[in-house]
């Protein structure tokens, strides 16, 4: 009978069946009750390292303590799931998680992040600051942006009285229409890694934690809770889990959130290939890993194969961590180390960034909400990409009589991307448009650029008109002086968009207007790549992307010329969706539940690489961008040192005004083969008055020159020549290359050179 006994329990357990929560607020130990607590003693001494540190704080945990760090809440109101928010969590938040309080063991508060503190939908919604879309700030190239970027929405999100960010998202693009590219940070694995873990330790400068996610594979919104992702490993390697490893190593991020997807059969969050080996085992990640809102699927596959963390109950079909983890533990079928190995990880980053050490004390008032702003109107202002610019018609003259702005309620505000990673501005919201209800409300920040306009020509008449009739606004753009057409594409998490043409009708609206006034501006708001059927007819073409805060008075400054643009595209904008490795976006219209399988048989020729591959010619190529002034690049030399690529050359301002350029170095097999004929091996971003030049150099991470062998779990650097690229995008006509000859050599997992 206990043999059938045991047999029914393991069945349980394996079955997923639901069980009632355990460590709910009024559940918690008697000793976490208690009025008096014993002061903490060797595990709070700052001296000691984090591992030591957290090694002696297990030594006093009660199973049931361990639990609690590993079983997470929704931190708002359920009501579908007729689920109440614990007390202890903040208004519409993200999530939740018990502490241990005997110990000094704080709770875990968590808001959703990466762009501004977002908050849930409801009467409290928190104003914050919101940076400009995730793809805005990779456009700029500027690791110093990202940081400062980082450094200030974490320190809000602590104000406000959390401790954990759900930041750090760097799924590339390998699906241009996906919902949710506005949060991420382009295609290539080097850039979108770089910039996201600048961000990523700028937010935990603040003594709190930020995730790196969505881990992995999560490129579509489209059945993101059934679809399998087909990849193999060494094409996972240099592509995806790259740029996710490059953020881990510059960022350090406590914690990794793992994605809805599966992954070669196995729910990204009970896969072991990406959470034990991958991860933990390659990469020596010591953090911990929780699942994103409703990935977590079971007990112990999921426990076992490397999950830490289930979060945001009731999203879950079951409590699977609660009574469910205690219950398989007792039975053995989770070990009990395995159980202190996920306490320990949460512990960890807890004192390793001060969350112990340094509790937060929320105080909103201490905000400075217009300093803050103006960190995002930076962000904004240097990841516009100047993508057209006939005739110079930009930078625009303040002698004009007669402006014309239309579309895109560029009256009263700037657009912002939809989901979980909605930030809810200071006062409201200028325009709310869009689903009612979740990943809506469409929200324009009270940015206008209209008034931004306005303010620098006030002997001007500028005059607003919605676009809503094409042969309304063309009048208007013919009876003045130069015209402003904003247009927008508004993406959201949960949906990916069915094209990348321009909804409502836009891009007739731009036609009849550029018809009418050749001297016409488009002013783009979009959370990535867009057709343009009409960029012939138009004088100039600015993608100013979702760009935040203070995004209208940005705007404004760019198109003046008080800011030269130095944003350069951090992905592709197709010629054509004939172009891309997928033509459709698989599962699209998505059917609730429908089981697909999603194949990536581009390897990790993603994005520019593809287009290289297959010889497409691109609308405007990953690396692009005009400025106001010009530059020259010469004097391109490479050197192998230490096994290492080094490259040197010198970048001269050509032009009249002060600017900033990118110069990009890729590299390129003389006789090795490679996914594609070329990478982007480093950049530089260099700031020089008019006339001015500088001495510049790039050394190329060795990853970048090798192939990943998965049979030995090593980098492998061919013995041959190789072109170093000195160039201003993916295609741009006047690159300058050298070569050099590179010894065959061998690197771990992590990309050091195996003697």
């Excluded at 976490?32 to 700052?46: L, R």
């Excluded at 997807?261 to 009970?270: I, K, T």
């Excluded at 001495?695 to 980098?715: C, E, F, H, N, Q």
């Excluded at 741009?732 to 290359?737: C, M």
Aim: charged share 20%.
């Amino acid at each position: 009978m206990v043999f059938q006994k045991k047999i029914s329990l393991l069945a349980m357990a394996i079955a997923l069946v639901s069980v009632a929560p355990s460590f709910a607020a009024d559940a918690q130990p008697a000793d976490a009750k208690k009025a008096t607590v014993e002061a903490p003693k060797a595990w709070m001494n700052k001296k000691l390292t984090p591992e030591q540190r957290t090694d002696l704080v297990l030594k006093e945990m009660t199973m049931d303590e361990k639990l609690k760090l590993v079983f997470g809440y929704f931190g708002t109101d359920a009501p579908w799931k007729n689920a109440k928010r614990p007390a202890e969590s903040i208004t519409q938040s993200a999530g939740f998680v018990y502490g241990i309080p005997r110990l000094g063991i704080p709770n875990l508060w968590q808001a959703d992040a990466g762009i501004g503190v977002a908050s849930q939908g409801g009467p409290d919604v928190r104003g914050a600051t919101a940076l400009p879309a995730g793809i805005a700030t990779a456009a700029t190239w500027n690791l110093k942006t990202a940081y400062a970027g980082g450094a200030m929405i974490g320190a809000e999100s602590r104000a406000f009285g959390f401790n954990v960010q759900l930041a750090g998202g760097v799924n590339i693009m390998r699906e241009p229409r996906n919902g949710r590219n506005f949060e991420y940070a382009g295609e290539d694995p080097l850039l979108a890694g770089k910039i996201v873990g600048a961000q990523i330790s700028g937010i935990q400068s603040n003594n709190m934690v930020s995730t790196l996610k969505h881990y992995a594979f999560n490129d579509q919104e489209t059945n993101r809770f059934s679809l399998d992702v087909k990849v193999d490993d060494a094409s996972a390697r240099m592509a995806d889990l790259l740029a996710l490893q490059i953020a881990k190593e510059d960022g350090n991020p406590g914690s990794v959130m793992c994605s809805y997807n599966r992954v070669n059969g196995f729910y990204a969050c009970e896969s072991n290939y990406l959470l034990n080996e991958v991860l933990k085992q390659d990469w020596g990640f010591k953090g911990w890993v929780m699942s994103d809102w409703g990935a977590t699927h079971s007990t112990v596959p999921a426990a076992n194969n490397g999950l830490d963390q289930q979060s945001g109950i009731p999203f879950d079909h079951s409590e699977y961590f609660g009574a469910a983890l205690k219950e398989a533990v007792q039975n053995g079928w989770v070990t009990e180390a395995r159980l202190t190995d996920m306490a320990r990880r949460v512990l960890h980053p807890m004192f390793e960034f001060g969350l112990i050490d340094n509790p937060v004390t929320p105080n909103p008032k201490a905000i400075d909400f217009k300093a803050n702003g103006l960190v995002s109107q930076k962000d904004a202002e240097e990841g516009m990409v100047l993508l057209k610019n006939d005739n110079k018609l930009l930078p625009l003259s303040k002698t004009a009589k007669k402006i014309a702005i239309i579309g895109s309620h560029a009256d009263v505000g700037v657009l912002s991307g939809g989901g979980s990673s909605q930030v809810y501005p200071v006062g409201g919201a200028a325009f709310k448009g869009g689903p009612k209800f979740f990943p809506g409300p469409m929200l324009y920040y009270p940015s206008s650029p209209f008034k931004a306009v306005q303010a620098r020509v006030p002997q001007a008449q500028v005059t607003y008109n919605d676009g809503a009739d094409a042969a309304v606004a063309a009048k208007l753009a013919a009876e003045s002086d130069v015209v402003l057409v904003f247009v927008n594409q508004w993406t959201a998490e949960s949906i990916d968009v069915p094209n990348l043409s321009l909804p409502d009708n836009q891009d007739a609206l731009v036609a009849a207007v550029a018809k009418a006034n050749s001297k016409t501006v488009v002013v783009m708001q979009t959370g990535g790549p867009v057709l343009m059927p009409w960029l012939a007819d138009v004088g100039a073409a600015v993608e100013a992307w979702y760009p935040g805060t203070n995004g209208g008075e940005a705007i404004a400054r760019v198109l003046f010329g008080e800011v030269n643009p130095s944003g350069h595209l951090p992905a592709t904008f197709p010629a054509s969706e004939m172009q891309l490795p997928r033509t459709v976006v698989d599962g699209y219209p998505e059917v609730k539940d429908a089981r697909i399988t999603v194949t990536y048989n581009e390897g990790a020729a993603v994005g520019y690489k593809w287009f290289d591959l297959k010889g497409h010619k691109p609308l405007f190529p990953f690396g692009h961008g005009l400025s106001y002034s010009e530059f020259a690049f010469s004097g391109l030399k490479a050197e192998v040192k230490n096994g290492l690529i080094n490259a040197s050359f010198t970048v001269k301002n050509t032009g009249a005004v002060a600017g900033k350029e990118v110069a990009q170095v890729y590299v390129a097999p003389v006789s090795a083969v490679w996914e594609a004929p070329k990478r982007l091996g480093g950049w530089q971003k260099v700031d020089l008055k008019a006339g001015a030049s500088t001495k510049a150099s790039v050394t190329i991470d060795p990853r970048l020159v090798g192939m990943y062998d998965s049979a030995t779990k090593t980098w492998k650097i061919a013995e041959g020549d190789y072109k170093v690229i000195l160039a201003a995008d993916a295609t741009d006509a006047k690159a300058t290359s050298v070569t050099v000859h590179l010894n065959a050599a061998t690197l771990d997992v992590k990309g050091k050179f195996v003697k």
